[in-house]
């Protein structure tokens, strides 16, 4: 069993549409971290959550923790083909960044 | 340059043979990670480095041997090998733990034939 369990591990999407993505667990963290992984690339850091209930935003991605920090969720709005990647939580897990399986996003033009 | 650089950027090589994975980072951190991310699974933590000293093993097969001579330089040095370890192998490097996110290469794109 993973630490981490991201959903859906696919999204292949219409540009301009929505989408939520989840990151779930059942342990409770101090802090989480969201990051995307584009094609040929490694993973590029876009936001740390800190306060349960804590929301964030990065111009059309938003970004929520869980009431008891056990979950997060990422939603991005009018999706753009920019927007293709792989989406990846991570938590501190023994001093050490542990990674969920990740979503997969696809933006089609 | 800045930010972390990894080389090779591609690699195949035979299971016999012995070859080496750079990585240099340009942000002065203190640690410095390999990660192998393999298809359909999770990003592997393999070694961790925190001021030139092992961290972390994590149960890595011998035939992987990481080596941080100073804190801008990590290797990852590769010997007898199994196809089972094609995988992208990611540097990463941090200042202070994890609470300023980890700063990742783009990987080399090892291929074992």
């Known amino acids: 069993t993973q630490l981490l369990e991201q959903s859906p591990q696919f999204l292949s999407i219409q540009e301009g549409e929505n989408l939520t993505v989840y990151c779930n667990s059942s342990s409770v963290f101090s802090s989480l971290q969201w990051y995307r992984q584009e094609p040929g690339e490694g993973p590029v850091l876009l936001v740390t959550?800190?306060?349960?209930?804590e929301v964030k935003k990065l111009k059309r991605l938003t970004f929520q923790f869980g009431d008891a920090r056990k979950d997060s969720s990422l939603h991005i709005t009018a999706a753009q083909p920019g927007d293709t990647g792989l989406y990846l939580c991570a938590v501190n897990a023994g001093n050490m960044l542990t990674f969920g399986g990740g979503t997969r996003l696809m933006v089609k033009p | 340059e800045t930010g972390v650089t990894q080389t090779p950027r591609h690699l195949v090589m035979g299971m016999t043979n012995k070859k080496s994975l750079k990585c240099e980072q340009h942000?002065?951190?203190?640690?410095m990670y390999w990660y192998k991310q393999s298809a359909k699974k999770p990003l592997e933590l393999m070694f961790v480095?925190?001021?030139?000293?092992?961290?972390e093993n994590n149960s890595v097969p011998s035939r992987f041997s990481p080596e941080c001579p100073n804190s801008s330089h990590l290797f990852l040095h590769l010997h007898t090998l199994q196809p089972e370890d094609s995988a992208l192998y990611l540097c990463?490097?941090?200042?202070?733990?994890?609470?300023?996110?980890?700063?990742f290469g783009s990987g080399t794109r090892l291929t074992v034939v």
């Open positions: 942000l002065g951190h203190n640690a």
């Open positions: 990463a490097s941090s200042q202070d733990g994890w609470n300023y996110g980890y700063t």
């Open positions: 959550v800190v306060t349960g209930g």
């Open positions: 480095y925190s001021l030139e000293e092992r961290v």
